[in-house]
């Protein structure tokens, strides 16, 4: 009898305890959603400290996972970051849209692994098709290729590890074979305020984290054009589109028609700004990144696809395969695209599924709303800190916002106070010397009645700061 050799073996069949459990499942779910308007953003010190119930040695035996699940929601739920509300405005954070959401159960269910077209051919060919939609959402060329990522880190570190393959090999040199000991030097370009996970990245490529020529900034932290340093064709320049900070983009046109003429290979960091492209409003900000050679997006920012899903895009997708294709006789390649060929992963969850479904739910409009809802927004911020006497240490030209709200300590506590009253949760930063709080609206669900909310608790907490 199926599943008569499991521990405690259930009276009713494995598949309708399974289905039970599964119904089960969404009810938690739903019931965590129902309570998104009153739970505070952050989780209260009481429910992060009753974590200590999942902690523990592992039993020596079986759990059941009416149990487990029980656990979970139990102590899990409560001790979480309230994201859903679209009042959490820290780090560049999305939501997940609903097709998203669903989709991801489904895809859980369906338990693919993405590496092959053979193991799973709706995997392999949604991602395919998602990865088409974003480059023509974003305005890229024609037969650029991809891969679909775990977030822009891993996107900047594929699309880079593209970029060394082609220099060296331009170069005469095998990196996948040979590595880099004795290669031909490449030159990396980068600007001052150029986000880690690139330096990350090229660190994981042993190109080295320090090892870069850095480009000086102006005030919204833009590469400035006027001090390029000597560009070659063993050269990769970085550039960015969206600051962290500020949401700033380097000024592509000027900058990659010089990089291209010098045989540069152009990489732009577009972890959540290239989705601007997307917006005929907002999409006088990206011209010129069209001319890069590769490109990294997280879909977890501003598509609001959920965790964990970022793309990294090249130009010339041979580029991205020479550097990731994986062979064996054991893995058969079919004749379609193999997403394992693009990727650093051989075996992989399905999120080119996940990507797929919220792409299709939101269609060209849908992201292009997205965009210019939530920099309405960001403006609203802007203005309702401006009017009060605070300052706005950025030019809002997309989502972010960054605010003072005096000293240094008294910015600090502000922050703190919010984020312990927990209508609405932002973070902190040093802006070019200056403390400041980071609003970043990226989130499809955040609505007016949102922003007006969370602005009236900003204003209350600054205000109930001395100084
Ligand atoms: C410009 C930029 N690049 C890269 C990243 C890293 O993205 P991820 O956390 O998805 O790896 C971020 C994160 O905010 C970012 O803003």
Redesign the pocket.
């Known amino acids: 009898m199926p599943g008569s050799h499991l521990p405690h073996a259930p009276a009713v069949s494995v598949a309708d305890a399974r289905t039970a459990l599964l119904k089960r499942a969404a009810r938690d779910a739903m019931d965590y959603l129902e309570g998104e308007d009153t739970r505070s953003v952050a989780p209260s010190a009481k429910a992060v400290a009753a974590l200590c119930a999942l902690r523990g040695p592992l039993p020596p035996g079986p759990t059941s996972a009416e149990t487990v699940l029980h656990l979970l929601h139990e102590y899990g739920s409560p001790a979480t970051v309230a994201k859903t509300a679209g009042r959490f405005f820290g780090?560049?954070n999305g939501g997940c849209l609903p097709a998203a959401l669903a989709a991801s159960w489904l895809v859980g269910t369906w338990d693919q692994n993405a590496a092959h077209h053979i193991q799973s051919p709706v995997a392999a060919q949604l991602e395919e098709t998602a990865i088409e939609w974003v480059r023509e959402m974003l305005g890229l060329p024609k037969g650029t290729g991809g891969a679909v990522v775990?977030?822009?880190?891993?996107?900047?570190f594929s699309a880079l590890a593209a970029a060394r393959h082609a220099l060296l090999a331009r170069a005469g040199w095998d990196v996948e074979a040979d590595g880099l000991f004795g290669a031909p030097p490449i030159t990396v370009v980068i600007g001052e305020e150029a986000?880690p996970?690139?330096t990350k990245a090229l660190g994981l490529l042993g190109m080295g984290r320090k090892r870069v020529v850095k480009v000086p900034v102006d005030g919204q932290g833009r590469m400035r054009a006027d001090a390029l340093p000597h560009l070659d064709a063993q050269t990769i320049l970085c550039l960015?589109a969206?600051?962290?900070n500020t949401g700033a983009f380097d000024p592509a046109a000027a900058i990659c028609p010089i990089a291209r003429a010098a045989g540069a290979w152009i990489h732009v960091?577009?972890?959540?700004?290239l989705w601007a492209a997307a917006s005929p409003e907002y999409k006088r900000l990206t011209p010129g990144f069209e001319q890069a050679d590769s490109w990294?997006t997280?879909a977890?920012?501003w598509p609001n696809i959920g965790y964990?899903c970022?793309l990294a895009l090249v130009r010339d997708a041979e580029m991205l395969r020479a550097a990731m294709s994986i062979h064996a006789p054991y893995l058969v390649h079919g004749e379609t695209r193999d997403p394992s060929d693009y990727n650093p992963e051989l075996s992989r969850r399905a999120r080119g599924v996940e990507l797929w479904a919220g792409l299709r739910s939101l269609g060209r409009s849908g992201m292009a709303n997205i965009v210019e809802r939530t920099s309405a927004h960001a403006r609203r911020f802007a203005q309702g800190l401006h009017e009060a006497g605070y300052k706005i240490l950025n030019d809002v030209v997309i989502n972010q916002v960054l605010v003072s709200f005096g000293s240094p300590e008294k910015t600090l506590a502000t922050i703190a106070r919010l984020q312990e009253e927990g209508t609405c949760w932002c973070g902190s930063t040093v802006w070019q010397g200056h403390t400041a709080m980071r609003i970043s609206v990226s989130s499809w669900a955040t609505n007016k009645d949102d922003v007006e909310r969370s602005l009236a608790a900003m204003l209350k907490a600054a205000g109930q700061q001395a100084g």
């Open positions: 780090f560049v775990t977030g822009a880190t891993m996107a900047n986000h996970s690139v960015q969206g600051n962290v960091d577009g972890a959540f700004g990294a997280d977890h920012k964990d970022g």
